[in-house]
């Protein structure tokens, strides 16, 4: 694991290569190092862990941090093999605004995560090639992970409801 | 039409496909776009594939998933910890040990209490045990769809004497909830270990019996011996974990990587393949069968004397006996089974081996007894990508086998 002292010298090389304001804040919390950086800078700070021999994408997830602002958060589980090393990249974006540059054409991994991501946070990622729902139906509103989704009333879509309803709504 | 329909309809194919599409075709070729499932036996649950075909050579496969999407981790948010465990469980429903472990790893590192060693040892009895039960559903069902159809029955019979293990050690056939937060529910049952013993003394002779049905066998070597290969590099970009990137040669395991729960102190191989087609694909995961009865063996063998769960009294249940003579440990069961115990606030990804790859688990903590959040990293929701890449200008026939080798729990994949 990088300690807190690597995590701080990555944050610096960061903050050197893209601008003071890439790095949002470190965190260095049960032995494993977070870097949140701003959300345009995604792209080349995942690179620079690229070269740094974090290779390898273990997972892309969103979280809801309601009611912080700015509430959605991407974090992108990032693995060195050789090293056997992990570091989280982690984003924040406002539910207003809630756009983040696509990582998936240097990350195909990322492909499927981003679209789950989307159809449960609503996080549009800039420049996905096919950016759809993929859980959840096509016509379904809201992005149900947000934590003020309500939970229950969900009519279950079967041929039979597509007409006009015959009961009353629950 | 309803525009649920319509939209469905208008699914557009990827840009592969429309790039084939925009060729010169000659006046007797045309491609066909062919849906496959939800409901087909070869799709080892609902999963639905569009694909587009060029004769009997796939052009590109378009997966749809979501058809068994319960919001498990929705659900996740709205039970206190320890409650969460068993909603967790049920997603991938082969692998339910590891689900729960990796929950429970990341709560436990969140709260930073330590297991006890024996916790840990019959931690890795049962993940072991889970591992070989869902290689043996996977061995016997892809099997069928290589048209051997006694290999279902013989992997079956198995399989049921883990479940019979299974239900001795916690009352449950699946869906155990047996990881709880410091540790396991219970010891083991008197008889417990005798019975394991018999079952590891039978497992590597009838590992040797389905390869000597299998690794000699005409058609099974036609079907998969260098269909649909996927190179290392491919698979690493892709995201791919487990076996099938072992198959490939990347000898990539976090129990050897990156040992927790004591897999530093067992001696195991990692098998790896060659080239990473279909024949490594099966080759490895029944090698692996072999090496998770060492383990086993091992781990029943090695098994220390002590508590089997926390004694830390703010996270684990108080013993039943204690509850007649101790007001403190009243009060800590009311605590615990009303509000639960709280959390500092944090988050944490645990990631572990399982049978299909790797199993990560975040929790995010706001410092409530609740959850925040729950995600599960679910290996068959990210090697799914991979699929098209490996079938893609294979004949549609092995297109069956190579979606039996890559090993897709449904449930892991919805959530």
């Known amino acids: 694991m990088p300690d807190a002292t690597g995590l701080e010298l990555i944050a610096n090389e960061v903050r050197e290569k893209e601008g003071a304001q890439a790095v949002v804040e470190t965190v260095f919390f049960r032995e494993h190092a977070t870097l949140e950086v701003a959300p345009e800078k995604v792209g080349p700070v995942l690179e620079l862990l690229r070269e740094r021999g974090y290779s390898f994408m273990a997972s892309l997830h969103g979280c809801d ?78 992005h149900p992970q947000r934590r003020d989704f309500p939970v229950g009333g969900e009519p279950v879509i079967f041929t039979f409801n597509e007409g006009p309803p015959t009961r009353g709504p629950r | 039409m309803s525009e649920y329909r319509r939209r469905e309809q208008s699914i557009t194919l990827s840009p592969l496909a429309e790039q084939v599409e925009g060729q010169e075709e000659s006046l007797t070729q045309e491609l066909l776009t062919l849906n496959f499932g939800p409901h087909h036996p070869a799709t080892h649950g609902v999963l639905r594939l569009l694909v587009t075909l060029r004769g009997e050579i796939v052009q590109d496969i378009k997966p749809i998933i979501g058809y068994v999407h319960t919001g498990i981790e929705k659900t996740a948010e709205d039970k206190s910890y320890w409650k969460a465990i068993p909603v967790v469980e049920r997603m991938d429903y082969l692998a339910y040990h590891f689900n729960s472990m990796a929950y429970v790893g990341a709560v436990e590192t969140l709260l930073d209490v330590q297991v006890p060693k024996r916790a840990q040892y019959l931690r890795v009895i049962h993940l072991e045990l889970n591992r070989i039960m869902s290689h043996l559903v996977w061995l016997g069902t892809s099997a069928l769809d290589l048209g051997a159809i006694s290999m279902f029955w013989y992997c079956f019979r198995e399989r049921e004497k883990i479940l019979d293990l299974f239900e001795m050690s916690t009352g449950q056939r699946m869906h155990t909830r047996y990881m709880q937060v410091g540790g396991v529910a219970e010891d083991i049952p008197p008889g417990f270990a005798q019975k394991l013993r018999s079952l590891l003394d039978e497992m590597p002779g009838r590992i040797d019996q389905y390869g000597d049905l299998l690794n000699s066998n005409e058609i099974v070597l036609q079907r998969l011996r260098g269909t649909c290969p996927l190179d290392a590099q491919t698979l690493l970009s892709l995201g791919v974990t487990g076996p099938l990137l072992r198959a490939a040669g990347n000898p990539w395991d976090l129990r050897k990587a990156a040992p927790y729960c004591s897999y530093e102190d067992f001696d195991f191989k990692i098998p790896v393949g060659t080239v990473g087609d279909n024949y490594d694909r099966y080759a490895v995961r029944l090698a692996e069968m072999y090496e998770s009865t060492k383990i086993i063996s091992q781990a029943l063998e090695g098994l220390p004397e002590g508590p089997h769960i926390t004694e830390d009294r703010k996270v684990a249940l108080p013993p039943r006996h204690e509850l007649a003579t101790s007001m403190e440990a009243l009060i800590h069961h009311f605590k615990l089974v009303t509000e639960g115990f709280r959390v500092p606030p944090g988050e944490v990804y645990y990631p572990l081996e399982g049978p299909r790859g790797e199993y990560g688990c975040f929790v995010r903590s706001d410092g409530s007894s609740k959850p925040a959040r729950v995600h599960m990293r679910d290996p068959s929701f990210v090697n799914l990508q991979a699929f098209s890449h490996m079938a893609r200008g294979a004949y549609i026939a092995d297109m069956i086998a190579t979606l039996a080798m890559l090993d897709p729990v449904l449930g892991g994949i919805d959530r």
């Open chain 1, 65 to 142: 941090y309601y009611p912080q602002e700015p509430r959605l958060g991407v974090l992108y589980e990032l693995l060195d093999m050789s090293a056997v090393d992990r570091i989280t990249v982690k984003a924040r974006v406002s539910t207003e605004d809630p756009h983040i540059p696509s990582v998936t054409e240097r990350w195909p991994t990322a492909d499927h995560q981003e679209r789950e991501t989307y159809d449960m946070f609503g996080v549009v990622f800039d420049g996905h090639p096919d950016l759809r729902r993929i859980l959840m139906p096509e016509d379904y509103e809201g």
